[in-house]
């Protein structure tokens, strides 16, 4: 983890600075941008571990180029902004977000949280889940050799979060899990976040594996207690 590569996106010089030296005595690799055309170029040329995005910045906002990089990497993405509210949280998920932190920031929690979304993102199944090629239920089938995903054998893109969501119910079919256990094994016991993370990302990940999201037949909801995969063949 020491030696990652971080990309720090922050148009104000200060906060670059400061976060970079601080990373850097960590042990991390730093390179940084001021804005969103060189964070896309410095994304395909550089090939960050992860990335610090900030949301308010000149010519393209933060989610847009948060989009954009969704389009060509699962590499993880914390935004920092001075947006506060859970609406913006819940926009920077939407747009494929891994995180969110505010500022002021105080750079300990930024460290343990760039930690976290490292260790979360590691590899998604072991050598020993890698010997049986296809994980299915239903209509839905997961390769866990190149971790496509596939519904009635088209293949739909899930960032990483979503992914791991999906595979972690479809390997426990039937079992029902509050959204405190699916926050705490997917995103860890030492992540800050919000719950509302989990209903995000359930609503997301119905939209793109259920017929009808509106009446999901796989990923359902147990009402007071938490959501399951149901099994359906």
């Given at each position: ?74 590499t993880p993405i914390i935004f920092l902004s001075c947006k506060r509210s859970s609406s913006d949280k819940i926009k920077g998920l939407n747009a494929g977000g891994d995180d969110y932190i505010t500022k002021p920031f105080d750079l300990a929690e930024l460290e343990a949280r760039i930690r976290a979304n490292l260790r979360r993102n590691g590899p ?110």
């Open positions: 983890m020491a030696g990652d590569k971080i990309l720090i996106v922050e148009d104000d010089a200060d906060i670059r600075e400061l976060t970079s030296l601080y990373l850097k005595k960590k042990g991390f690799e730093v390179i940084t941008a001021e804005n969103g055309a060189a964070a896309l170029k410095l994304t395909e040329t550089a090939d960050p571990q992860l990335i610090l995005l900030d949301v308010l910045l000149p010519g393209m906002e933060g989610f847009d180029i948060c989009r954009e990089i969704r389009n060509k990497t699962e998604l199944a072991s050598g020993e889940e890698k010997k049986s090629r296809y994980l299915s239920w239903g209509e839905v089938k997961v390769d866990l050799n190149s971790f496509d995903v596939f519904v009635k054998e088209e293949r739909v893109s899930l960032y990483a979060k979503e992914l791991q969501l999906l595979l972690f119910l479809m390997k426990h079919p039937n079992q029902v899990f509050s959204s405190e256990q699916l926050y705490n094994h997917i995103w860890g016991f030492d992540h800050y976040g919000d719950l509302k993370t989990v209903s995000v990302h359930i609503r997301n990940l119905r939209k793109k594996i259920e017929e009808n999201p509106a009446k999901p037949e796989y990923i359902q909801t147990v009402r007071g207690f938490g959501y399951k995969f149901n099994n359906k063949k």
